[in-house]
């Protein structure tokens, strides 16, 4: 397991009001910029404004109106859509979330549709783009593996949320497709998931034990590269359809897989998994920025300098060299280095550096401000000698970290936040962690109305990073500026895996003495 980054102390601030949602028999709960929640029926809606189209999302099959050789496809694979879950069926149910001015926070309608009654909550952007562009998914399904002539199902629960940018199409495209891709690589590698000798120990009557190395292949090595050859065949097949499909920009992905007792969180992008415990934050995921990833890319750009172009250098300044400099120094840093050391600066250093920026605002090639996901094949920096093409510095592989929660001491208060960057460009993972154990104070679990915790916990979280329109501008409770960005939470109880997990251990060790009794 890849050891968790320590995060800094910092003051919780936590917003006044608590939303508490309606029961399940609500179309969904949306809550508007004064606070107020409002609940919407079925049927058509006066401020619908229109088609739901864009570039990479809309009509599935409509054919190109484009002509020449160079044209883009404009087929769709998939139509413009939201989570699943949230049973928006038709395209008035999806325009009415897209409202930029009241920015209302969309909940699933039927609070048992989620895995343990887990909470999700949503929200648009305050005007960036028309249509939100993140995307959700949640699945439970199982593994086939036929073990001693039996066939043996290994279940497995899967969430995942998907930051689009630059079109919602990739994301769209993810979000039903990468799920497939996991259950096809557990599949490939169930029968050494439950066999005790595992994948990559030599047969015993090898001819040439010497030369044959022994290695043991641990079960939770398979799953990580189950998920981490996942994403790579996701992001080719994404490739090599954007030939055929309209489906531009790209998509950070996050990922949380559980199966055989453990959870797996794969990242790769800013969108972050955090784990809560007694208003403490535990973090399970690392962003992927241009500044996180500066050695990885200025690498890559010192070993393959014609991918830069002339326009572009990878060596790292304190500031942009201008002309003045030429023949002064000027503290820098190359590939290899973590710290700073002097050169003279000449012509040649005044190529834009490809990592540039602080924080939120760092960009690849002045371009791009993430450095993993899915998507940008045909992504250009501005250049005046010719295409400088971005993908070849952009990753699908995923970080990923595990928890074994069959032997981890875990309690009620033991959640998993799952959200896209929209909510932690604004809001800390320790007041994020202070949210969450608030509301579950506030909510009894074993009343009846205790299933709406997770949703009511979700919404809590969206409203803390969307905060309220004042005198035209977002702002959060504590006064300052919310996100204007697309927000997705997830919000996961761990408790109820662990307690399937121990159960299913149970029967199946009363199955083994039986059979021994026989």
């Given at each position: ?70 044209a ?61 562009e ?10 086939g ?14 969430f ?10 990739c ?12 259950q ?92 809560t ?17 500066r ?30 400099d ?13 710290g ?35 998507g ?15 993908k ?76 309220k ?20 939470v ?29």
């Open positions: 397991m890849a050891a968790a980054r320590p995060i800094e102390e910092s003051n919780v601030r936590l917003r006044e009001n608590e939303v508490v949602p309606r029961g399940p028999n609500s179309f969904w709960v949306l809550h508007n910029s004064s606070g107020t929640s409002v609940s919407n029926a079925r049927g058509g809606f006066p401020w619908r404004s229109g088609p739901l189209e864009e570039d990479g999302v809309g009509e599935v099959g409509r054919p190109s109106q484009a002509t020449g050789a160079q883009r496809p404009s087929k769709q694979k998939y139509c413009y859509q939201r989570p699943a879950f949230l049973k928006l069926a038709t395209e008035d149910e999806i325009q009415v979330t897209a409202d930029h001015a009241v920015r209302p926070i969309i909940v699933p309608r039927d609070v048992s549709v989620l895995p343990w009654s887990a909470g999700y909550a949503e929200t648009i952007n305050a005007g960036k783009t028309r249509h939100n993140d995307q959700a998914m949640a699945r439970q399904g199982s593994v593996v036929v073990l001693g002539g039996r066939l043996v199902q290994v279940p497995y629960t899967m995942s949320v998907y930051d689009g940018h630059a079109g919602a199409g994301a769209v495209t993810a979000s039903n497709d990468l799920w497939q891709a996991v096809a690589r557990l599949e490939s590698v169930g029968p050494q998931l439950l066999t005790a000798r595992q994948a990559g120990q030599p047969e015993p009557e090898s001819e040439h034990p010497a030369w044959t190395p022994t290695r043991t292949i641990s079960e939770e090595s398979l799953i990580i590269g189950a998920l981490e050859a996942a994403f790579w065949d996701t992001d080719q097949k994404i490739g090599e359809e954007k030939k055929v499909y309209s489906m531009p920009g790209g998509c950070t992905v996050l990922v949380a897989l559980f199966i055989l007792g453990k959870l797996y969180v794969a990242n790769a992008g800013d969108s972050r998994a955090v784990l415990r007694s208003s403490r934050a535990y973090p399970m995921s690392y962003d992927f920025t241009p500044v996180s990833e050695q990885r890319l200025q690498t890559l750009g010192r070993l393959a300098p014609h991918l830069l172009g002339p326009e572009y250098g990878w060596l790292e300044y304190v500031r942009r060299p201008t002309r003045r030429v023949g002064s120094r000027m503290l820098y840093r190359d590939a290899h280095m973590t700073w050391a002097y050169k003279i600066i000449q012509e040649s250093d005044l190529e834009f550096p490809m990592v540039y920026g602080e924080g939120k605002r760092s960009r690849l090639l002045a371009t791009i401000g993430v450095t993993r996901g899915f940008d094949h045909d992504l250009r920096a501005q250049a005046q000698s010719g295409p400088v093409l971005i070849p510095f952009l990753s699908p592989q995923p970080e990923v970290r595990v928890l074994d929660v069959e032997t981890e001491t875990v309690t009620a208060e033991d959640v998993l936040v799952l959200g896209t960057d929209g909510l932690w460009d604004v809001v800390s993972n320790e007041e994020v962690a202070a949210i969450v154990q608030r509301g579950l104070q506030a909510w009894d679990n074993e009343s009846k109305a205790g299933k709406y915790r997770y949703i009511s916990l979700a919404q809590d979280l969206v409203m803390a990073a969307r905060g329109l004042k005198e035209r501008n977002w702002r959060r409770s504590s006064g300052g500026a919310a996100t204007i960005d697309d927000i997705s997830f919000v996961i109880p761990i408790l109820p895996y662990k307690q399937e997990v121990l159960a299913a251990k149970t029967r199946r060790e009363a199955g083994e003495e039986g059979r021994e009794g026989e």
